[in-house]
């Protein structure tokens, strides 16, 4: 298995441009997982899929910051405009039955200069 | 000037000897607990699980421990190799699919 598959793992933009990252899953996983990761405030979960449909999205900061799952093996995390402040490493992370052990991807590094 | 940012624990440990990493949660209610470890520029990777109706459980070169009446969970490392060393996170997951994750702790191991 190739485990969850993140891109791009390292993304540098500046602010205010748009910034989209991209998940697979585990192929069979029904839910899916977006947490970001920073020294601040360590890991945070922003948003939760389950059968892609969104269920707990009380993580996410701000209407910048938009999830979507259109179907089974793919998921975006969408940040429109960014922001210095949202520079973070985020997982994406797929388990078959939930809250059990996630699986989480390598991550993408995002830098907003 | 003071740095800004989680402090996070540290442990050093000697190649070979036992770890111990504990860790508080807040919520009496969290009924599944689980331990993961991330190394450098990695994502976090399960450890070991346990569910708030047991007190202890045993993986291969793990230990976790619970105890409830002080919220209070440990994760004991048997002989400690170089590759243990990472971050370890522990996580309560509160009865809604959220598991939340404590602020970690920095296990570097001495050879």
């Known amino acids: 298995d190739a485990g969850v598959i993140q891109s791009p793992r390292h993304e540098v933009t500046e602010m205010g441009q748009e910034v989209t990252l991209r998940c697979k899953p585990i192929?069979?996983?029904?839910?899916l997982f977006w947490y970001r990761q920073t020294m601040m405030r360590g890991l945070e979960l922003l948003i939760y899929f389950n059968n892609n449909v969104p269920i707990d999205d009380s993580g996410m900061p701000e209407d910048r910051f938009s999830a979507k799952m259109p179907n089974a093996s793919f998921s975006t995390l969408k940040i429109q405009p960014s922001e210095p402040r949202d520079s973070a490493v985020y997982f994406c992370?797929?388990?078959?039955?939930?809250?059990?052990?996630?699986?989480f991807g390598e991550g993408s590094r995002l830098t907003v200069l | 000037g003071e740095s800004v940012g989680l402090h996070l624990p540290t442990l050093s440990v000697q190649e070979g000897d036992n770890s111990i990493i504990n860790c508080a949660y807040s919520?009496?209610?969290?009924?599944?607990f689980i331990w993961y470890k991330q190394e450098s520029g990695k994502g976090p990777q399960f450890i070991i699980d346990i569910r708030s109706n047991m007190d202890k459980r045993q993986g291969q070169r793990v230990t976790v421990l619970l105890n409830k009446t002080v919220k209070h969970l440990s994760l004991q490392i048997a002989a400690t190799q170089p590759g243990d060393s990472a971050v370890y996170f522990c996580?309560?997951?509160?009865?809604?699919?959220?598991?939340?994750f404590g602020a970690g702790t920095t296990v570097t191991v001495r050879a």
């Open positions: 992370a797929s388990t078959r039955q939930g809250p059990g052990e996630l699986f």
């Open positions: 996580a309560e997951n509160r009865g809604d699919y959220k598991l939340s």
């Open positions: 919520n009496s209610a969290s009924d599944y």
């Open positions: 192929s069979g996983h029904d839910y």
